[in-house]
């Protein structure tokens, strides 16, 4: 950096002070600089994008990377906010800030890295990236997405999201059926009838509860 430089006595005054640059010295002199940052992944945007269509209130961006490097990426992918220059104590720190604010939704962490171990384990949920990350963040992460594609975040958002919408199903038909039945058990009703309806609202409502939920796999196969 630019202090470390003038220590060793090079001219430093078309030098920019940034963590992410790589300078070159000819003859005491900064001459130029390389720039240092992680390549956006190509459907970074479209997740991200996605994401909030699906319902997502907020996209928080919490990085050990530079703070210009943080906020280029920002506004690249349309995420509402970010902290840079963050170590793993911090990001924990932030994400427990995130928590108390919103103590009524599920924070969700997406990292990769050993770096990223402590604020995944901290999260409602922690999702490690499996093709890029450590043994132990993936232990320690709630879901692993072994194929490195970002986008299973989207897909597996909305099977999530179908999934819960027929459990209510299930959970909605099997009360009023044996509701209905239940009301009907104090009149004069032929026996057989309350016999067989006693039978079909317990084994016939789980069948069909299962046949109900075997739709999700043709889904999840579908997307």
């Given at each position: 950096?630019k202090?470390y430089?003038?220590?060793?006595k090079v001219?430093?005054?078309?030098?920019?002070?940034?963590?992410?640059?790589?300078?070159?010295?000819i003859?005491?002199?900064?001459?130029?600089?390389?720039?240092?940052e992680?390549?956006?992944?190509?459907?970074?945007y479209?997740?991200?994008n996605s994401?909030?269509?699906?319902?997502?209130k907020?996209?928080?961006m919490?990085?050990g990377?530079?703070?210009?490097v943080?906020?280029?990426?920002?506004?690249k992918?349309?995420?509402?906010?970010?902290?840079?220059?963050?170590?793993?104590?911090?990001?924990?720190?932030?994400?427990?800030k995130i928590k108390?604010a919103?103590?009524?939704?599920?924070v969700?962490?997406?990292?990769?890295g050993?770096?990223?171990?402590?604020?995944?384990?901290?999260?409602?949920?922690?999702?490690a990236?499996?093709?890029?990350?450590t043994?132990?963040?993936e232990?320690?992460?709630?879901?692993?997405l072994?194929?490195?594609?970002?986008?299973?975040?989207?897909?597996g958002?909305?099977?999530?999201?179908?999934?819960?919408?027929?459990?209510?199903?299930n959970?909605?038909?099997?009360?009023?059926?044996?509701?209905?039945f239940l009301?009907?058990?104090?009149?004069?009703?032929?026996?057989d009838?309350l016999?067989y309806?006693?039978?079909?609202?317990?084994?016939?409502?789980?069948?069909?509860?299962?046949?109900?939920?075997?739709?999700?796999?043709?889904?999840?196969k579908n997307k």
């Open positions: 950096r202090s430089l003038e220590g060793q001219k430093t005054a078309n030098m920019i002070d940034d963590n992410d640059y790589l300078y070159v010295v003859d005491d002199v900064v001459a130029g600089y390389l720039v240092i992680d390549e956006i992944k190509e459907n970074a479209e997740v991200v994401l909030k269509n699906l319902g997502i907020q996209t928080i919490i990085t990377d530079s703070t210009r943080a906020k280029d990426v920002q506004s992918l349309g995420i509402d906010k970010c902290f840079g220059e963050m170590n793993p104590v911090e990001k924990v720190d932030i994400l427990q108390e919103n103590p009524n939704d599920v969700v962490f997406v990292g990769d050993i770096n990223d171990a402590p604020v995944i384990s901290a999260a409602d949920v922690g999702i990236i499996g093709g890029l990350g043994d132990a963040t232990q320690i992460a709630d879901i692993v072994i194929n490195n594609d970002l986008s299973k975040l989207v897909d958002l909305k099977i999530a999201k179908k999934t819960k919408s027929i459990i209510w199903q959970i909605i038909f099997a009360l009023l059926v044996k509701l209905v009301v009907m058990a104090p009149f004069n009703i032929i026996n009838i016999i309806g006693a039978i079909f609202a317990d084994v016939g409502v789980s069948l069909l509860a299962v046949l109900n939920s075997l739709r999700t796999l043709k889904y999840g």
